[in-house]
């Protein structure tokens, strides 16, 4: 009996049939419905309820996954997928991610896996520089923009020096306060509610008609506080936010937080991957002035999710906030030789950095680049259909790759039957937002295998 679960001849077998499945199941995915159909409990009430007792053949399950399982997901790579923000797996993230598990290396500390904490520094440093950030720059992956922000905001929350956050938690301390527009992505406040600052301590800043933070609003509601006695301690900046794509003006955003001594956090998760395109480097301006920015390669850089980056000038911050070492992880290791796990909340940390060095060395800068540009293309063509026709109104202004749109005379529920009518269609997937109190329907662009001509069929089912 081989120690594995089968033998290597039975595995060679196993991998080549469920790498063909799993080609056969992209070449085909256009035909697939991409809203999944399945009913809550349908997929469970079909499975056994237990696992099996004795070994089953892997070709049985290989072919189960593809035959009753898949056909129960929402498929994110179909090129109809135009819902919330667009994650595509490419062929090599594909890739990184089978070696990544075959490795099964944590980096959680330099000597329990250097090639894959080395590896990281320099795939970071290949992003920033094909972003147009400047140096210095620490970088390290996480799983998701949610954590990115979470690690960045203890970091700030460190930085508060009349009262130890990290040694006496908040109880007794100043009553925290950061602050952030009415657009930012709920991360922002789910952090602060991890973090032990509150709901309460998150300002929400009013946006511009073009649903941008307003710098006024931002330094009047940091004086208000101040009068008041409270401790502002961080700002988040968003480029490219979740309904809109608004991108905030980071450069005068930058200023009031450096006349304050606040930290200065970037949320560019969606927007951040389009500056490697040169004619939208505009995207980073003031941001070389953030004490931290995340970006989230799994959404607009065809890396399979989870990856996200967090870039900090100021490691040690970040450092100080949640580096704990026991005696069992205390390696001699010096300078040079960084414990990734210092700068995050989890111990183990997965091989994420393999598929994005795959996916930058298989599409190039170039690659990337021409991709992203054209999907900024479709959706400034899209955007057009909708302006020409007086049926529609577009809601927000599309600086990237995401239209807002709605029907010019419909109430919300009308908004709302024609992305249930379109969606039931199996050909697209849309979600929608609320700006000014109002439904609004967004089509969101971002899919590695997304056409022109699956672009102009959404329009046929939106305008029918
Ligand atoms: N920030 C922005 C602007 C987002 O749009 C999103 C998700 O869409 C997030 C953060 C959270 O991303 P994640 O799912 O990686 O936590």
């Given amino acids: 009996m081989s120690r594995d679960a089968f033998d290597s001849e039975t595995f060679r077998r196993a991998a080549q049939k469920a790498v063909d499945r799993l080609i056969g199941y992209l070449d085909d995915i256009e ?3 991409v809203l999944s159909a399945l009913a809550p409990g349908g997929l469970r009430a079909a499975l056994p309820s237990a696992a099996p007792e004795d070994p089953e053949p892997i070709e049985t399950a290989i072919d189960e996954v593809f035959d009753r399982i898949a056909p129960g997901l929402t498929h994110w790579n179909h090129p109809g997928f ?4 667009a994650s595509s797996a490419s062929a090599p993230g594909i890739l990184g991610e089978m070696m990544a598990a075959a490795f099964n290396a944590n980096a959680m500390l330099w000597r329990t896996a250097p090639a894959a904490t080395e590896l990281e520094i320099v795939t970071l440093d290949w992003l920033r520089q094909a972003i147009g950030l400047p140096e210095p720059r620490f970088g390290v992956i996480q799983d998701t923009a949610s954590t990115s922000t979470l690690v960045a905001l203890a970091a700030a929350r460190g930085t508060v020096t009349e009262w130890d ?8 301390g100043p009553r925290l306060r950061l602050y952030t527009s009415q657009e930012a992505h709920s991360s922002v406040e789910k952090a602060a509610i991890v973090l032990g600052i509150g709901q309460e301590g998150v300002v929400r800043i009013p946006v511009d008609d073009e649903f941008r933070m307003r710098p006024d609003a931002l330094a009047e509601a940091i004086d ?3 009068s008041g006695g409270s401790r502002p301690f961080a700002v988040v900046a968003s480029v490219g936010t979740t309904s809109t794509t608004s991108i905030d003006p980071v450069p005068a955003i930058a200023a009031i937080a450096e006349r304050h001594h606040l930290w200065l956090h970037v949320d560019a998760a969606y927007a951040g991957s389009a500056a490697i395109e040169p004619s939208l480097r505009f995207l980073m301006n003031g941001v070389d002035r953030a004490d931290s920015l995340v970006v989230n390669p799994h959404k607009w850089m065809f890396v399979p999710v989870d990856l996200s980056v967090l870039y900090t000038r100021r490691p040690e911050a970040v450092r100080s906030a949640l580096s704990l070492v026991p005696d069992y992880l205390q390696t001699p290791e010096q300078a040079g030789a960084p414990n990734l796990m ?4 989890a111990l183990g940390r997965r091989f994420r950095a393999l598929k994005l060095w795959l996916v930058l060395k298989a599409f190039g800068r170039r690659g990337i680049a021409d991709r992203i540009r054209e999907h900024v293309r479709l959706a400034s063509l899209f955007r057009s259909w909708v302006e020409a026709d007086p049926r529609f109104e577009v809601c927000a202004p ?3 790759s995401v239209v807002c749109f709605r029907l010019r005379q419909g109430t919300d529920e009308q908004n709302q039957a024609l992305i249930d009518a379109v969606n039931a269609t199996g050909e697209v997937y849309l979600s929608h937002t609320r ?6 329907l967004r ?3 971002g899919s590695l295998r997304t056409e022109e001509r699956h672009v102009r069929r959404a329009w046929e089912l939106l305008s029918a």
């Fill in 31 to 33: 035909r697939r419905p």
């Fill in 82 to 85: 135009f819902a919330y923000f």
């Fill in 165 to 172: 956050t990290r040694r006496f938690g908040l109880a007794g």
């Fill in 224 to 226: 208000k506080d101040l």
């Fill in 342 to 345: 210092d700068y995050g909340v």
């Fill in 398 to 400: 599309q600086p990237l």
């Fill in 435 to 440: 700006l000014h109190n109002r439904l609004v």
């Fill in 443 to 445: 089509l969101a662009i």
